[in-house]
């Protein structure tokens, strides 16, 4: 069974930096992709930034460009979201998402919270 394990979530003050992690396990597959998306208290859930593991393109919302950086590790199914410059209105609960073989699956949620 596939899990998505995160890690990173924290209360900072604006302008500080933040990485989350995800590591997918419990499948011999590659993902095609793993990503992530956030939703804050009363809002939709939204994306945040994606990595493809062929080609290893990357996308981003127009809010995070700029500030954030999603990578991979070289071998494991792992995906980071380094967060700089954070602002109050990045809160939100972080999830990690994993395409594999065609199925996504997601993480928990760690909450990132900026505030002075």
């Known amino acids: 069974q596939v899990q998505l394990v995160e890690s990173g979530g924290a209360l900072v003050q604006p302008g500080d930096s933040l990485r989350l992690s995800c590591e997918a396990s419990?499948?011999?597959?590659?993902?095609?992709?793993m990503g992530w998306y956030r939703q804050a208290p009363g809002k939709e859930r939204e994306f945040v930034a994606l990595?493809?593991?062929?080609?290893?393109?990357?996308d981003y919302a127009d809010s995070v460009k700029g500030r954030f950086t999603i990578s991979r590790h070289k071998t494991k199914s792992t995906v980071y979201l380094q967060m700089n410059d954070l602002k109050p209105e990045d809160t939100a609960a972080y999830y990690c998402?994993?395409?594999?073989?065609?199925?996504?699956?997601w993480g928990q949620g760690p909450q990132v919270t900026v505030s002075a």
């Open positions: 419990g499948t011999i597959y590659n993902p095609t992709a």
């Open positions: 990595k493809r593991w062929s080609g290893a393109n990357t």
């Open positions: 998402y994993a395409t594999i073989v065609s199925r996504d699956f």
